[in-house]
């Protein structure tokens, strides 16, 4: 039961905290808002606040709804077809009823890269989707356990707490980059006292940096460790350890020209991946995904 | 005061319904993955005669291993309830071994299309039914903790429930010899 109760409470916690991040969302358009009207003009308080507002609910509700369809369409994934990726869907459909869950739509992305990535709101409307990479490199058993791995995201409630997450970092940064630019054409109201305008407009720089940098630490220490729970709660599907771990030996020899990856995948997307898709040589506090070796070491002592 | 008891026994009856819930889901949950099981189980015996189509071409001289396969699908076909459906299946898992096994000895076979997927489509059978068994086994588990387990015991004993039996594995399975495919 142990074992149970914390994937249990996993679950739970995962709601929560998406619950958390989108009223988040809403306090950060409430105090951006705040920061513009008082740099503007303070008589367009309540205006701009009703725009903030609702401006915030579109955002939030759009990206919540699409967030599968936005992720699909960033990389130009395609259907899986029947026939063709036979092997991906004898995965998947094992997979399914290994983990109970609801059979995934699978989706495949042109990249020669192993990797794969799981995105949707719910586990009945969940997607995984593959690079062409990976069907091609990985055999049964390591397909078994990169899908059983991604199929743990969606049993978790992992895909729901990483779109917001992606929604929050790119709206964050949408907005931090309209407010910079627009410094350089506002020219704010002369008859103010220039001394307070100046310090507000240093904060809202500030605030405008600083904010997405916050978003994405944060977003960046919870995937991290999330991803080692999905290695374990993937094992628990598949009782193979070796599958998964080998499926990452395979991704930390392979060489792709870095600089070919990086218009494919837009960076907010980083997170939901099974393997980072920017890694780069250091490891730290900006990585979203924790060191493949300590995570092979962690499922070959399983 | 009397607001404070009316509070207290909403309190009680939830965590009475939460309960019931709980075992609803589960039992809900072991009942899906017996079906998962039995499904799989009947695409297997689905897939045999088109299986013995594409063999019947190429290999002429082991009529028997055919009747068996065959004999082996209309024994599970008449199987009535789930834990003999379960040995039958089994069995016509073991005869089509022996079936894969002859093939070998023909490469035209192996070469033809049709067979090979015929081929590939069992052995991912046989990969489900192994799943479904294990999440078959799994649902039994989180059921069985939920009864056995305190506080859940005293409400398991209050809605009738007890623990369940796992899906063992039968002697006759245990025995099939392992052919790779």
């Known amino acids: 039961m142990s074992q149970h109760l914390s994937f249990d409470d996993q679950i739970q916690r995962n709601k929560i905290k998406s619950f958390f991040l989108i009223g988040i969302i809403f306090i950060f358009f409430i105090i951006l808002g705040y920061i513009i009207s008082l740099i ?61 869950l609801p059979m995934p739509k699978l989706y495949i992305m042109e990249s020669d890269e192993i990797n794969a990535f799981a995105s949707g709101r719910s586990p009945d409307k969940a997607v995984i989707c593959f690079t062409t990479g990976a069907l091609k490199k990985l055999d049964k058993q390591e397909l078994e356990g990169v899908v059983a791995h991604e199929m743990s995201h969606i049993a978790n409630y992992d895909i729901r707490f990483m779109t917001l997450t992606a929604v929050l970092i790119g709206m964050v940064s949408i907005i931090a980059q309209m407010f910079l630019r627009s410094l350089w054409f506002g020219s704010g109201g002369h008859d103010r006292d220039g001394r307070t305008q100046i310090i507000m407009i240093v904060i809202g720089i500030a605030f405008a940096i600083l904010a997405p940098i916050a978003a994405q630490l944060v977003a960046l220490s919870i995937s991290r460790k999330r991803e080692y729970v999905a290695d374990a709660t993937g094992v628990k599907f598949t009782r193979y350890p070796k599958g998964l771990a080998n499926a990452l030996k395979k991704i930390k020899e392979e060489h792709v020209p870095s600089n070919e990856r990086k218009h494919r995948v837009a960076k907010a997307m980083a997170p939901l991946f099974i393997s980072d898709p920017f890694k780069k040589k250091v490891q730290g506090l900006f990585s979203t995904h924790p060191p493949v070796e300590e995570r092979i070491r962690r499922l070959e002592a399983m | ?110 070469a033809n299309e049709n067979f090979l997927h015929l081929q590939q489509e069992l052995a991912a059978i046989e990969d489900k039914v192994a799943y479904a068994r294990q999440h078959y086994n799994d649902s039994i588990m989180s059921y069985n903790n939920l009864t056995k387990k305190f506080p859940g015991i005293t409400f398991a004993s209050l809605y009738r429930r007890s623990a369940k039996k796992y899906l063992e594995i039968l002697a006759e399975e245990k025995a099939v010899p392992k052919v790779s495919f």
Not at chain 1, 49 to 64: K, N, R, T, W
């Open chain 2, 1 to 110: 005061m009397i607001l404070w008891i009316i509070g207290l026994l909403i309190v009680i009856a939830l965590i009475f319904i939460v309960y019931y819930n709980r075992f609803v889901t589960l039992e809900n949950r072991i009942d899906n993955s017996l079906s998962q099981i039995d499904v799989q189980l009947k695409k297997r015996s689905d897939l045999v005669p088109n299986l013995i189509n594409s063999v019947k071409g190429y290999v002429k001289h082991e009529r028997g291993v055919m009747s068996e396969v065959t004999k082996a699908r209309k024994a599970f076909m008449s199987a009535k309830n789930f834990q003999s459906k379960v040995q039958k299946g089994a069995a016509l898992q073991s005869a089509l071994g022996s079936l894969f096994a002859i093939a070998e000895n023909y490469p035209q076979l192996k």
């Open chain 1, 40 to 100: 503007l003009d303070p008589s367009y308080f309540f205006v701009i606040m009703i725009f903030a507002i609702i401006f915030s609910m579109i955002y939030v509700v759009a990206g919540y709804y699409n967030s599968d369809r936005i992720a699909l369409a960033s990389v130009k994934a395609k259907k899986a077809s029947h026939t063709e990726h036979r092997a991906l869907y004898h995965a998947a459909e094992g997979m399914a009823i290994a983990s109970g």
